[in-house]
């Protein structure tokens, strides 16, 4: 069983930056494709961006491709995701999940295993 905690979100004005993250516990952490969704008010949960367990793949939807990047820390058993140049759009809480595979796809959410509580991120106009 894998227990994700994600860290970081906030308020942030428009163009600002924040960094999200996602402490793993339990599990082997390289076995997990580790991923990350946001859901807006009244919208499906949307993939954000996704990594390899080495951190040399990662996949991003074109939404947020420039402007968040995704990173892990093995040694820490921690998934980063940050973002800059923040849009209003980008409002959501962003939630971390694990999937357990030994290669990545664009995984869609209901193929991840695991999921963290969420935390929101809040950018003002």
């Known amino acids: 069983q894998v227990q994700l905690v994600e860290s970081g979100g906030g308020l942030v004005q428009a163009g600002g930056s924040l960094r999200l993250s996602c402490a793993a516990s339990?599990?082997?952490?390289?076995?997990?494709?580790m991923g990350w969704f946001r859901q807006a008010p009244g919208k499906e949960r949307e993939f954000v961006a996704n990594i390899n367990w080495s951190g040399g793949a990662t996949y991003y939807a074109d939404s947020v491709k420039g402007r968040f990047t995704i990173s892990r820390d093995s040694a820490k058993k921690t998934v980063y995701l940050q973002m800059n140049s923040l849009k209003p759009e980008d409002t959501a809480v962003y939630y971390c999940?694990?999937?357990?595979?030994?290669?990545?796809?664009?995984?869609?959410?209901?193929?991840?295993?695991?999921w963290g509580q969420g935390t929101q991120v809040t950018v003002s106009s």
């Open positions: 339990g599990g082997t952490f390289s076995s997990y494709v």
């Open positions: 999940a694990a999937k357990a595979a030994n290669y990545i796809l664009k995984w869609r959410a209901d193929q991840y295993d695991y």
